[in-house]
């Protein structure tokens, strides 16, 4: 299989076309901004790396595309018991894990099996490859922190090859 491809898009700019994609999304703390629902429309799927905030915003999510979802560090009570810490996910055939923090990561554990990594928490986007292994932050969806952007990221497969862009959200 061939490696993936990078780009950083802005929004409105630059999509997967034809070809169905997958949302990323992370770190919303309980803000579901129009923005990212805007730049999230027409996902086949979309995954929540964590830090979700409260269930409003996975049913928010879940009116739109089916949702796989990750408990992060402040995803506390009983609406968030029920998430995993840790998820794989195949999409077309490109196995991906998904954990919240990625000092949490066992290299060994996906070393043989997972394609993408898509992790949250940093609230800092970013898209790397090491090893073959594509490693996916989407950033931080929800209040803003720091002077970070506020970002999603979407993924998508053409011919075996991983394609990431970062989403760049105008908020005020």
């Known amino acids: 299989m061939m490696n993936k491809t990078t780009r950083d898009v802005e929004a409105g700019c630059d999509n997967p076309g034809d070809h169905p994609w997958i949302g990323v999304?992370?770190?919303?703390?309980?803000?579901?901004?129009?923005?990212?629902?805007?730049?999230?429309?027409g996902s086949a799927l979309i995954l929540h790396a964590g830090d979700i905030g409260k269930p409003s915003v996975l049913e928010e999510l879940r009116e739109m595309a089916p949702v796989v979802a990750i408990r992060g560090n402040v995803d506390r009570g009983v609406w968030a018991n029920s998430l995993p810490e840790h998820e794989w996910v195949d999409f077309?055939?490109?196995?991906?894990?998904?954990?919240?923090?990625?000092?949490?990561?066992?290299?060994?554990?996906?070393?043989?099996?997972?394609?993408?990594?898509?992790?949250?928490?940093?609230?800092?986007?970013s898209i790397a490859e090491r090893d073959g292994i594509l490693f996916l932050n989407p950033g931080s969806a929800g209040p803003r922190r720091f002077s970070l952007p506020v970002t999603i990221a979407r993924l998508w497969v053409v011919e075996e090859v991983i394609n990431a862009g970062l989403i760049y959200l105008r908020v005020s």
Do not use: F, K, W
């Not at 999304?25 to 429309?41: F, I, K, P």
């Open 25 to 41: 999304v992370s770190d919303t703390h309980g803000l579901m901004r129009r923005e990212a629902l805007d730049a999230l429309a």
């Open 92 to 125: 077309q055939g490109i196995i991906m894990h998904m954990l919240h923090d990625i000092a949490g990561l066992s290299i060994a554990s996906v070393a043989t099996s997972a394609r993408v990594v898509i992790s949250g928490h940093s609230h800092q986007p």
